[in-house]
T-cell receptor
Framework: RKEVEQDPGPFNVPEGATVAFNCTYS??????FFWYRQDCRKEPKLLMS???SGNEDGRFTAQLNRASQYISLLIRDSKLSDSATYLC????????????FGRGTSLIVHP | GAGVSQSPSNKVTEKGKDVELRCDPI?????LYWYRQSLGQGLEFLIY????????KSGLPSDRFSAERTGGSVSTLTIQRTQQEDSAVYLC???????????FGPGTRLLVL
């Protein structure tokens, strides 16, 4: 099992739709989690951190399920500008400082 | 303030040549990471610097790759005797402390002919 797995997609949705992505991780001791967004031919940028209690930022909601070892990202009322690749990042425990990036989920929002 | 900068933005080289890539992290950021991203692929960790500690080189794919970070700031990644499979985007990221939000530079697109 890969350390961090994401469905590569693409998820093709109309404007206004609600879409959700999951990211599973294999190390149950993982400490912290993030979602990054990467536009085509651009560098990744932080979208949001994922807190144990779940967190929301406008149309975006991130949740952590430690029991099942996955994090999720929910996007409501999708905009054309949400089209991008969404990378999950899982930080280790036990003295390692090397985060693991998922390969990303591609989202295409169409008119 | 200024973000992470990288130079050159694009580099085309011939197989067998050496290349040097530069990263200027955000001032005050102690952690610096180098990654490689091939077309349509995820980020591949290469090397990690933290303050004055010895770097974690566990991700370097071969001994042709090396990196240094001078004065806890600017970092250079050197690829010797480049091969075509080295063609990729090389991304640098810095964070205030390890494992916190990483700020990425725009990357260097390397093409080895």
């Amino acid at each position: 099992r890969k350390e961090v797995e994401q469905d590569p997609g693409p998820f093709n949705v109309p404007e206004g739709a609600t879409v959700a992505f999951n990211c599973t991780y294999s190390n149950s001791a993982s400490q912290s989690f993030f979602w990054y967004r990467q536009d085509c031919r651009k560098e990744p940028k932080l979208l949001m951190s994922v807190y144990s209690s779940g967190n929301e930022d406008g149309r975006f909601t991130a949740q952590l399920n430690r029991a099942s070892q996955y994090i999720s990202l929910l996007i409501r009322d999708s905009k054309l500008s949400d089209s991008a690749t969404y990378l999950c990042v899982v930080n280790p425990s036990g003295g390692s400082y090397i985060p693991t990036f998922g390969r990303g989920t591609s989202l295409i929002v169409h008119p | 303030g200024a973000g992470v900068s990288q130079s050159p933005s694009n580099k085309v080289t011939e197989k067998g040549k050496d290349v040097e890539l530069r990263c200027d992290p955000i001032s005050g950021h102690t952690a610096l990471y180098w990654y490689r991203q091939s077309l349509g692929q995820g980020l591949e960790f290469l090397i990690y610097f933290q303050g004055n500690s010895a770097p974690d080189k566990s991700g370097l794919p071969s001994d042709r790759f090396s990196a240094e970070r001078t004065g806890g700031s600017v970092s250079t990644l050197t690829i010797q005797r480049t091969q075509q499979e080295d063609s990729a985007v090389y991304l640098c990221a810095s964070s205030f402390i390890p494992l916190e939000t990483q700020y990425f530079g725009p990357g260097t697109r390397l093409l080895v002919l």
